[in-house]
């Protein structure tokens, strides 16, 4: 009876994961990232199991409990590194693979028996992302689009592009010559935003642009 009671009272520690990883789940959820409610739970349970696992199952063995805990942060790391992913030559997911790779530490926190530390580290956690993810500039990455114009050779057509798009440069430049003159098809990037409203506007002003096509990532 009473190592039916002492297993129960272990059995709390996982319950306790289970919230915490819930919890930080939920906020990844809420951005639709990859990683969300289910693998952040798992996750944390997991690890809170093992580190009960490895702390009580075996007592008067030589068993290093602490191996198991150093097992956990490099396996961890394989989950982590199947959530990051290259698309449209960027890369995704790393954010998220860090936040499982953290959800593991509270896991072991709770297994552990460091509660204070367990709830403290998700609280930091999640308000760290909201922080991050909030309206302030200071935290708000910029964002580039790629623009793909077609255009007429005209005196300045070139550095009035340059001019509404805030650019130096194009970074793609393709002339084709047609019997009615030379025409151009650029590339840029720029970090204003780009609308279709605006973008109509802009064909209006600018008489010898012929199309502009917004290339977001899929």
């Known amino acids: 009876m009473e190592r039916v009671i002492f297993e129960l009272a272990k059995l709390i520690n996982i319950l306790l994961a289970a919230v915490l990883g819930f919890a930080i789940g939920f906020e990844r959820k809420l951005r639709f990232k990859e990683a969300g409610v289910k693998t952040h739970t798992i996750v944390c349970i997991g690890a809170a199991l093992m580190m009960v696992v490895s702390k009580y199952a075996f007592e008067g063995m030589t068993a290093d409990a602490s191996r198991v805990a150093a097992q956990i942060v490099s396996g961890i790391g394989f989950l982590g590194a199947g959530i990051i992913m290259f698309r449209g030559q960027k890369m995704h997911g790393l954010t998220t693979a860090a936040g499982v790779w953290a959800t593991a530490g509270v896991g072991m926190a709770c297994g552990g028996e460091l509660y204070i530390v367990a709830v403290g580290a998700t609280i930091i956690l999640i308000g760290i992302q909201c922080?991050?993810?909030?309206?302030?500039?200071?935290?708000?990455?910029?964002?580039?689009?790629?623009?793909?114009?077609?255009?007429?050779?005209?005196?300045?057509?070139?550095?009035?592009?340059?001019?509404?798009?805030?650019?130096?440069?194009?970074?793609?430049?393709?002339?084709?010559?047609?019997?009615?003159?030379?025409?151009?098809?650029?590339?840029?990037?720029?970090?204003?935003?780009?609308?279709?409203?605006?973008?109509?506007?802009?064909?209006?002003?600018?008489?010898?642009?012929?199309s502009i096509e917004r290339c977001d990532d899929e």
């Open 131 to 210: 922080l991050m993810h909030s309206k302030i500039r200071l935290f708000r990455t910029k964002k580039y689009y790629s623009v793909k114009i077609h255009f007429k050779q005209e005196d300045g057509a070139g550095a009035k592009i340059k001019e509404i798009f805030e650019v130096e440069r194009f970074n793609q430049l393709v002339i084709v010559r047609k019997e009615d003159g030379v025409y151009y098809s650029a590339t840029l990037n720029t970090d204003k935003e780009l609308s279709s409203a605006h973008l109509d506007a802009i064909i209006n002003e600018c008489p010898f642009i012929s």
